[in-house]
């Protein structure tokens, strides 16, 4: 009996009976190996995006309609509906702009580096360092094609820009017209880049409770406007080739929860 346990528990996928799928299942007890938490943490992960991947229906193909589709088969339940809008970054926006106040050194340090950055980024065609493809975490997500160490500019989110104004009106025609999400941040106390139906493939960033990069916005100098601020995307963490790229959507509390189904091990279900 011992010799037939001690070969069960050395094999492979035994992870399974220590993280059980439904609450009535029977727990075992080992006696010659525990499995590793890594490989139950793996598990866990792989459970949840099989999932999520069960929800992912979308015939067409096409990354873009993919909000449509699946509104429709949700009722608008879980859903996003104004995804990226945020309080807008008022110490970047007080501190990051040349001119405004006297530059610090740090300051300059920081633009000087972020100007270096953003111009090495935007030498390489954004298609040759990422792609939109199908995400286990929800729709479409955006994967990088490179490694990309730690603080790392990665994608500059772009849009349409508009006024706060003009963003509240969209927003209500989006839901009314079934467009299922829209895909808006701001980028100052006036202004919002919507990139519903012009943008990049930032707009296909998912949300995860243990993301790999943070948003940020700041000033760079550019040759048609100058100065000018930008919503740029950046690595938290060392993130290897064909990792999707995930952040923090910090939704404030509103009526009502928004599914999270990001499957990281601090998942809480929600993303508000």
Not at 46 to 75: F, H, I, M, P, Q
Not at 77 to 90: F, Y
Not at 114 to 121: C, G, I, V
Request: proline share 3%.
């Amino acid at each position: 009996m011992n010799y037939i346990r001690r070969a069960l528990e050395y094999s492979p996928g035994v992870e399974a009976v220590v993280a059980p799928i439904t609450d009535a299942s029977s727990q075992y007890r080992f006696c010659f190996l525990q499995p590793s938490e890594e490989s139950i943490v793996e598990l866990q992960r792989r459970r949840a995006a099989a999932a999520a991947e069960k929800k992912l229906e979308n015939s067409s193909g096409c990354a873009r309609t993919e909000g449509v589709n699946a509104v429709t088969r949700s009722g608008g339940s879980d859903r996003i509906t104004r995804a990226l809008v945020r309080s807008a970054d008022t110490e970047a926006a007080a501190t990051d702009v040349p001119g405004k106040k006297v530059d610090s050194e740090k300051a300059k340090a920081d633009r000087n580096r972020n100007q270096a950055k953003y111009r090495e980024m935007k030498a390489v065609p954004i298609e040759q360092r990422l792609c939109a493809k199908r995400s286990h975490i929800h729709g479409w997500g955006l994967f990088t094609k490179v490694e990309l160490p730690k603080d790392s500019m990665i994608v500059e989110y772009m849009g349409e820009i508009v006024r706060r104004s003009v963003a509240d009106t969209r927003e209500k025609q989006y839901e009314i017209s079934g467009e299922g999400s829209c895909y808006m941040f701001r980028l100052d106390f006036e202004r919002i880049v919507d990139a519903t139906k012009i943008g990049c493939m930032a707009r296909f960033m998912n949300h995860s409770c243990q993301p790999n990069a943070y948003a940020k916005i700041i000033s760079v100098e550019t040759e048609q406007l100058g100065w000018d601020k930008k919503i740029m995307v950046f690595s938290s963490r060392d993130i290897k080739a064909g990792e999707e790229i995930t952040y923090d959507y910090k939704f404030q509390v509103e009526d009502g929860s928004l599914k999270c189904t990001c499957g990281a091990p601090n998942c809480i279900g929600r993303m508000n």
